[in-house]
């Protein structure tokens, strides 16, 4: 992968600092929204991929500078994986790609959310009048050897375990080991991490693996490296296996059978739960944000060996937190989901959705006040959590009443820092260990 | 579809994959035959390119409905607003997201059934794809082997 200062961050993000970098980076990312929109028109995962978001931009900007005689906007386009393409961007290349332009959304916050036109129908400007002669030795051009390289590899591999999800799953699962009344030791930690880290990829792989035809569709998961064919199918899945037998072989032997036992239902709940309930029925959010709430159990049970009201606390921070997270990202997505075949509840039950997202928010106040009651943290922590608490029930509350997409895109922003910042509150305020304090009995 | 148009190198003996097609938005394969191709490795090819042409109809046919059905949605509701289809400057007018949401919904509801069974269609093609796609690899392994033990005996 290019170096970028989100491949560095993202090798960082280990233990439960992780969630301190991630904030810093979304923070950054919050300053230019404009440019960021169009990556939030996405469907199957909820995580920007901030690479994709630099390459985009580039793009972007390289595409403005060069005059195009068109009648449209000019449009950044979705360049394909660098490994497959070393030639740069030729004019005809991107006049070719422009017949799938990414969302015009993405280009100015004053742009009217109908004109997404990104069903892709348009005919390319350009082509269709003074270079048609050329048009079939380009089209030709753009023709790939579905031939494996061996450098291409790990960079393919990262995108199929979808890496930086899989960096934000074992990071919540770092927070959950670190909260945890017991003492923080170091090899359990990291088995945990790698564990963990493991069985994410192998979810994830088995989850593109299942949805190629859908996500060539929609504009964010168009190139995934299956979708692009740079992997067959076949090696997909056995990466997969060779992430999940590893992976929880490790948290179940090298762990503990409980910690594996949590990552192989998780692995099984994502995979051929959730996925395929994403086109079937709207409870497809509720089972998502339990596979959410996993991890953090996972690294409770990995340092306290048992399940206890503190590990089901995290877990439902994390289960709560999905909601605001998810609905808010859901409504401007709303005619992809509708085209694709996407069960949501943005698109059939949309009162539904607000009211849900709401009603999270305010258990994310109740839960911290809880948190302190259960011994996790300190009284302190819900005080200093109030402010970003009320803050988002508050964007939580105007979506409900505004239903609209500024409103929906203000709660998606936040819920993005609120998240780390609220778990590094609760690391500071952690209840300290056992010193004869009366705050009642450890785990 | 691009894909009869298109013409491999010679030397070439991999699959090839093409850009994302207008309508459906999938990238069509152009399936390699190599000469000795075995009745197991035909057998996959022919999944394969069947499984790429039912999806190709499925997508190209579900997003062209979806653009027509939209325009006549958005047609409906200005006339019934009572509003020109046009705006002065020539844009053409539109609709907001929220009052295209009534539109969304439906689309979804009326196609329900037709997804339900393209879903079962393509996750049962994909998995018998995979399952071809292991035992082609185990029956070229196994045939190298095969050669190998040949040219040690010899």
């Known amino acids: ?443 | 579809m691009a894909v009869s148009r298109f013409c491999p190198p010679r030397k070439s003996c991999h699959d090839w994959i093409g850009p994302p097609d207008k309508h459906s938005n999938l990238q069509p394969v152009h399936f390699y035959i190599p000469e000795n191709e075995s009745p197991l490795e035909q057998k996959l090819r022919e999944l394969r390119q069947e499984t790429q042409e039912r999806n190709q109809q499925f997508w190209a046919n579900q997003n062209l409905t979806f653009l027509k059905e939209k325009e006549e949605f958005i047609d409906s509701r200005l006339k019934a607003k009572g509003l020109e289809l046009r705006a002065e400057s020539g844009q053409k007018a539109t609709l907001n997201a929220e009052e295209m949401a009534d539109f969304y919904k439906e689309f979804l509801s009326k196609n329900f059934r037709k997804h339900m069974y393209c879903n079962r269609d393509w996750y049962k093609r994909n998995l018998a794809i995979t399952f071809f796609m292991g035992k082609v690899a185990l029956e070229r392994i196994w045939n190298k082997l095969r050669l190998k033990q040949k040219k040690t005996s010899n």
């Open chain 1, 1 to 443: 992968m290019a170096a970028s200062p989100h491949t560095l961050s993202s090798r960082v993000l280990t233990g439960w600092v992780g969630g301190c970098v991630w904030y810093l980076e979304r923070r950054a990312l919050q300053e230019s929204p404009r440019r960021f929109l169009h990556l939030l028109r996405n469907v199957n995962q909820q995580w920007v991929t901030f690479q994709h978001f630099n390459f985009l931009r580039h793009m972007y900007v390289t595409q403005l500078n060069r005059s195009f005689n068109q009648q449209i906007k000019p449009k950044p386009e979705p360049v394909p994986s660098p490994f497959l393409e070393k030639a740069s961007l030729d004019e005809a290349k991107t006049e070719i790609y422009k017949m799938r332009p990414l969302s015009p959304a993405s280009l100015s916050l004053s742009r009217k959310p109908n004109e997404k036109e990104s069903i892709e129908l348009e005919p390319t400007p350009v082509i269709e009048g003074s270079i048609a002669v050329g048009t079939e030795t380009k089209e030709e051009k753009q023709w790939k050897e579905m031939k494996l390289r061996v450098d291409d590899l790990p960079g393919i591999l990262a995108r199929l375990s979808k890496i930086k999800l899989t960096a934000l799953v074992v990071s919540t699962t770092s927070a959950g080991f670190a909260l945890a009344p017991a003492p923080f030791d170091w090899p359990c930690f990291l088995l945990t991490f790698v564990g963990t880290g493991l069985a994410s990829c192998a979810a994830n792989s088995i989850n593109q693996f299942f949805e190629v035809p859908f996500d060539s569709n929609m504009n964010r998961t168009k190139n995934r490296p299956l979708v692009r064919g740079q992997i067959s199918p076949l090696l997909a899945v056995s990466f997969a296996a060779c992430c999940a037998v590893p992976g929880v072989a490790l948290l179940t032997w090298g762990v503990n059978p409980l910690t594996g036992a949590l990552g192989l239902f998780n692995i099984f709940l994502y995979t051929c739960c959730y996925t395929p309930l994403k086109r079937i029925s709207i409870a497809n959010t509720w089972v998502g944000a339990v596979v959410g709430a996993i991890p953090p159990l996972m690294g409770w049970t990995a340092a306290t060996g048992s399940l206890d009201a503190g590990a089901f606390l995290l877990g439902g921070i994390l289960y709560s937190w999905q909601f605001p997270h998810f609905n808010a990202l859901s409504w401007g997505l709303r005619e992809d989901y509708s085209r694709g075949g996407y069960c949501m509840m943005s698109v059939t039950h949309p009162d539904l959705c607000r009211r849900v997202a709401l009603r999270h928010c305010l258990a994310l106040v109740a839960m911290s006040a809880a948190a302190p009651a259960l011994d996790v943290t300190t009284w302190t922590f819900p005080v200093i959590a109030l402010p970003i608490n009320l803050y988002i029930s508050y964007l939580g509350f105007r979506f409900y009443r505004d239903a609209d997409r500024k409103s929906s895109r203000k709660l998606f922003f936040c819920s993005l820092w609120h998240l780390p910042l609220f778990l590094l509150l609760m690391l500071t305020c952690k209840r300290p260990a056992a010193q004869g304090d009366a705050g009642g009995p450890q785990s």
